[in-house]
């Protein structure tokens, strides 16, 4: 299924692993189309299986990824980077090592950084130096959040140092060894840096997600859910599977 409704793009799949698959093919028509497309990713569960279609259709050739650039929404801080739930290591793992890209065009926040509000700077700098982000890869909080912008009274306009909600520790606990082990702390791309993106994609996926997903889509533009900015950017592409989806088809 698709649909259009206002500057979405909407496209519900049969389920997880097509969500992926679809994704997997919309970056790498990106990349196609423009071998120095500079990307934006994300970490978390959902781009797990586009990563893996996407490292697939690498080695069968059908995309390259040599000369692509690539800036990750947000890291925790502080973390080592050897942490093996820092998303350094997640992106190596789970991408990077298993495709053509030169390690000197993956960034990620550095969360080793001993100044952070300096680190946070450079990081939104380099964006800038490398021609800002042509497609930006999205998954949503529970909580509304995007990157690692949590719920807040303004949508905050460049990368930073934020304090993590609850909601998302919580959520993030399940990777970790012990709940008190998760980073409180994180640097992320602002909103603002995100809304800049010349394209965005946004992937939906699983039951819980359902009622956010209508929020996103359809509620009011508000920092208190910070995807609802989605609604005015100018190209945004959202790939649900049918449980994330069952209350955003029946508004379209």
């Given at each position: 299924?698709?649909k259009?409704y206002k500057?979405?793009?909407?496209?519900?799949?049969?389920?997880?692993?097509?969500?992926?698959?679809?994704?997997?093919d919309?970056?790498?028509?990106?990349?196609?189309s423009?071998?120095?497309s500079?990307?934006g990713l994300?970490t978390?569960?959902?781009?797990?299986?586009?990563y893996?279609?996407l490292?697939?259709?690498?080695?069968?050739?059908?995309?390259?990824?040599e000369k692509?650039?690539?800036f990750?929404?947000?890291?925790y801080?502080p973390?080592?980077?050897?942490?093996?739930q820092?998303?350094?290591?997640?992106?190596?793992?789970?991408?990077?090592?298993?495709?053509?890209?030169a390690?000197?065009?993956?960034?990620?926040?550095?969360?080793?950084?001993?100044?952070a509000?300096?680190?946070?700077?450079?990081?939104?700098s380099r964006?800038?130096?490398?021609?800002?982000?042509?497609?930006?890869?999205?998954?949503?909080?529970l909580?509304?959040?995007i990157?690692f912008?949590?719920?807040?009274?303004?949508?905050?306009?460049?990368?930073?140092?934020v304090?993590?909600?609850?909601?998302?520790?919580?959520a993030?606990?399940r990777?970790f060894?012990?709940a008190?082990?998760?980073?409180?702390h994180?640097?992320?791309?602002?909103?603002?840096?995100?809304?800049?993106?010349?394209?965005?994609?946004?992937l939906?996926s699983?039951?819980?997600?359902a009622?956010?997903?209508?929020?996103?889509?359809?509620?009011?533009?508000t920092?208190?859910?910070?995807?609802?900015?989605l609604?005015?950017h100018?190209?945004v592409?959202?790939?649900?599977d049918?449980?994330?989806?069952?209350?955003?088809?029946?508004?379209l």
């Amino acid at each position: 299924m698709e649909k259009i409704y206002k500057n979405f793009r909407i496209l519900v799949a049969e389920d997880y692993e097509k969500v992926s698959s679809m994704a997997a093919d919309i970056i790498a028509k990106q990349v196609s189309s423009k071998i120095t497309s500079v990307l934006g990713l994300a970490t978390g569960s959902t781009p797990v299986g586009a990563y893996q279609d996407l490292a697939r259709l690498n080695k069968l050739g059908v995309v390259d990824f040599e000369k692509v650039t690539t800036f990750n929404l947000d890291e925790y801080y502080p973390i080592n980077k050897k942490n093996n739930q820092s998303y350094d290591y997640f992106m190596k793992d789970n991408l990077f090592n298993h495709i053509n890209i030169a390690p000197g065009n993956t960034f990620i926040p550095n969360g080793e950084a001993a100044d952070a509000a300096k680190e946070c700077l450079e990081y939104e700098s380099r964006i800038e130096s490398a021609g800002g982000i042509d497609l930006q890869l999205l998954g949503i909080g529970l909580n509304g959040h995007i990157g690692f912008n949590e719920p807040a009274d303004i949508f905050p306009q460049i990368t930073h140092h934020v304090k993590l909600d609850d909601s998302t520790i919580k959520a993030n606990s399940r990777f970790f060894d012990n709940a008190n082990d998760v980073p409180k702390h994180a640097l992320t791309m602002g909103v603002g840096t995100i809304m800049r993106s010349a394209q965005i994609l946004l992937l939906i996926s699983g039951a819980g997600k359902a009622e956010i997903a209508q929020k996103v889509i359809f509620g009011d533009i508000t920092p208190k859910v910070p995807g609802t900015a989605l609604q005015l950017h100018r190209s945004v592409t959202v790939i649900l599977d049918k449980p994330a989806a069952e209350k955003v088809t029946p508004m379209l």
